[in-house]
């Protein structure tokens, strides 16, 4: 038995990359929808690549609020595999994905007639405006397909399937591109065309989705009909995942609002530096993917011991990996800036923000852990409460490197302040046993 400690790790090191690295395989691929279409739409000109700045930040939004659909799904589903109860697992998906199409419906219906105002709250220019209308107009018809790609991945998460996300994601950029091509290029249908090639995709991508789905419901005899206790639930299950996320968004937006207050060449280093965390945070985020599905399935279980034990592996591998990162961070930053820009003010602003980016990435590991555990132990009410906490604790240091000048390190230290709180908040809870609460429900 003296080995048995390192076989158990072993054990939740497979489960855990099982799941993480299609995970992240898929969180890297979908970027890569609206990139292809700056890569073909850049061609056409600046005002076009312009409009699709503006109608891709106002999408990003829509779709970013509506990320506990697959978050919420995730938890739902995976505490239902975990006690065992198959069928209603599957029920539970399909809720979700049927909330994922009220919601779709409802933003069209909303967003349509306010389309101008829309991109105008994003500050476009005569010249961008037009062609931001024309994309977010056809986009917003995409809107009910690309929730239900959510809904549908967190379904399939919830079933610790992370691989089929991954194909569908490939899928679905690559069907993206060639309707880009054809239509922008070889059509001539400008701006208009990428925007429905990117809709198709994703309605496509949505099909498959439904199609498995639909094949689960019907290997295990689950109901697919809308059930309005079902929606109300995951509603509900929802709406602590919709504030947290708000809390997190209005961070994003005040952090590269007070960049551009600052001047030029803070805006440009902070948006390169935003960009590298953010690579990295895709793959935090994988392992916080896997502990969602794999938390949700010991809870279901009834399995506390399970996921005490689980819990603290990755929280290990969060360290582990942020550690490395921050490495790699310091080891390629004397070069890194120059990749980017020749102004030397730009690089010597990114030299100073990547050592901060570096130092953070040991504690950033461990809150996307930590964050992901508690999503999939469907604690929403607390991340909801403790991510407005920590929000309103880095909006005062942020406001004050604007008021005071203090520069762009300092804002950076602000970011690093909002980390520490969420480390603290989120490790509190995780010490105590009030958020593992058992059974298929919670």
Same mark, same amino acid.
């Given at each position: 038995?003296?080995?048995?400690?390192?076989?158990?790790?072993?054990?939740?090191?497979?489960?855990?990359?099982?799941?993480?690295?299609?995970?992240?395989?898929?969180?890297?691929?979908?970027?890569?929808?609206?990139?292809?279409?700056?890569?073909?739409?850049?061609?056409?000109?600046?005002?076009?690549?312009?409009?699709?700045? %503006?109608?891709?930040?106002?999408?990003?939004?829509?779709?970013?609020?509506?990320?506990?659909?697959?978050?919420?799904?995730?938890?739902?589903?995976?505490?239902?595999?975990?006690?065992?109860?198959?069928?209603?697992?599957?029920?539970?998906?399909?809720?979700?994905? /049927?909330?994922?199409?009220?919601?779709?419906?409802?933003?069209?219906?909303?967003?349509?007639?306010?389309?101008?105002?829309?991109?105008?709250?994003?500050?476009?220019?005569?010249?961008?405006?037009?062609?931001?209308?024309?994309?977010?107009?056809?986009?917003?018809?995409?809107?009910?397909?690309?929730?239900?790609?959510?809904?549908?991945?967190?379904?399939?998460?919830?079933?610790?399937?992370?691989?089929?996300?991954?194909?569908?994601?490939?899928?679905?950029?690559?069907?993206?591109?060639?309707?880009?091509?054809?239509?922008?290029?070889?059509?001539?249908?400008?701006?208009?065309?990428?925007?429905?090639?990117?809709?198709?995709?994703?309605?496509?991508?949505?099909?498959?989705?439904?199609?498995?789905?639909?094949?689960?419901?019907?290997?295990?005899?689950?109901?697919?009909?809308?059930?309005?206790?079902?929606?109300?639930?995951?509603?509900?299950?929802?709406?602590?995942?919709?504030?947290?996320?708000?809390?997190?968004?209005?961070?994003?937006?005040?952090?590269?609002?007070?960049?551009?207050?600052?001047?030029?060449?803070?805006?440009?280093?902070?948006? %390169?530096?935003?960009?590298?965390?953010?690579?990295?945070?895709?793959?935090?985020?994988?392992?916080?993917?896997?502990?969602?599905?794999?938390?949700?399935?010991?809870?279901?279980?009834?399995?506390?011991?399970?996921?005490?034990?689980?819990?603290?592996?990755?929280?290990? /591998?969060?360290?582990?990996?942020?550690?490395?990162?921050?490495?790699?961070?310091?080891?390629?930053?004397?070069?890194?800036?120059?990749?980017?820009?020749?102004?030397?003010?730009?690089?010597?602003?990114?030299?100073?923000?990547?050592?901060?980016?570096?130092?953070?990435?040991?504690?950033?590991?461990?809150?996307? %852990?930590?964050?992901?555990?508690?999503?999939?132990?469907?604690?929403?009410?607390?991340?909801?409460?403790?991510?407005?906490?920590?929000?309103?604790?880095?909006?005062?240091?942020?406001?004050?490197?604007? /008021?005071?000048?203090?520069?762009?390190?300092?804002?950076?230290?602000?970011?690093?302040?909002?980390?520490?709180?969420?480390?603290?908040?989120?490790?509190?809870?995780?010490?105590?046993?009030? /958020?593992?609460?058992?059974?298929?429900?919670?």
């Amino acid at each position: 038995m003296i080995g048995s400690p390192r076989r158990r790790a072993s054990g939740h090191d497979r489960e855990i990359l099982r799941l993480a690295i299609p995970a992240f395989g898929a969180l890297v691929a979908e970027p890569l929808f609206l990139l292809s279409d700056s890569a073909i739409i850049g061609h056409l000109g600046t005002a076009q690549l312009g409009g699709l700045g %503006v109608a891709g930040q106002a999408l990003a939004t829509l779709v970013y609020l509506c990320v506990f659909l697959a978050y919420g799904t995730t938890a739902g589903v995976a505490r239902q595999v975990g006690a065992g109860d198959l069928p209603a697992a599957i029920r539970q998906g399909i809720d979700g994905m /049927w909330l994922a199409l009220v919601i779709g419906l409802v933003l069209i219906a909303a967003g349509w007639p306010f389309v101008s105002g829309i991109v105008d709250l994003f500050g476009a220019s005569a010249s961008v405006a037009p062609f931001a209308e024309t994309y977010l107009r056809v986009s917003l018809l995409g809107i009910p397909s690309m929730l239900i790609v959510l809904a549908g991945t967190g379904v399939l998460r919830g079933l610790q399937d992370t691989r089929t996300p991954l194909y569908v994601s490939i899928g679905g950029f690559t069907l993206n591109l060639v309707l880009n091509v054809l239509f922008v290029i070889v059509l001539d249908w400008g701006i208009a065309g990428s925007a429905w090639g990117t809709v198709i995709a994703q309605t496509g991508s949505a099909a498959v989705y439904v199609a498995v789905v639909l094949r689960a419901a019907r290997r295990h005899g689950a109901p697919v009909r809308p059930d309005a206790a079902g929606l109300r639930t995951s509603a509900t299950a929802g709406l602590g995942l919709l504030l947290r996320t708000a809390a997190l968004r209005v961070v994003l937006i005040v952090g590269t609002s007070i960049a551009a207050r600052m001047g030029d060449p803070e805006i440009a280093a902070y948006q %390169v530096g935003f960009q590298i965390w953010t690579l990295l945070a895709f793959a935090l985020d994988a392992i916080a993917i896997a502990g969602q599905a794999i938390t949700g399935r010991h809870l279901g279980a009834s399995d506390v011991a399970g996921t005490r034990a689980v819990t603290r592996r990755m929280v290990v /591998w969060g360290i582990a990996c942020g550690v490395v990162f921050g490495l790699a961070i310091l080891a390629v930053r004397p070069w890194l800036p120059a990749l980017f820009t020749s102004d030397e003010d730009v690089r010597d602003l990114l030299l100073g923000s990547l050592l901060l980016i570096a130092l953070l990435q040991p504690v950033a590991g461990v809150v996307f %852990v930590l964050d992901g555990i508690l999503i999939g132990a469907g604690d929403g009410a607390y991340l909801a409460v403790t991510t407005l906490l920590a929000t309103l604790v880095f909006l005062p240091a942020a406001l004050a490197a604007h /008021w005071t000048d203090a520069g762009l390190l300092w804002l950076w230290a602000a970011i690093g302040l909002w980390m520490v709180t969420r480390l603290l908040t989120l490790g509190l809870r995780a010490r105590g046993d009030r /958020w593992m609460v058992t059974g298929a429900v919670r």
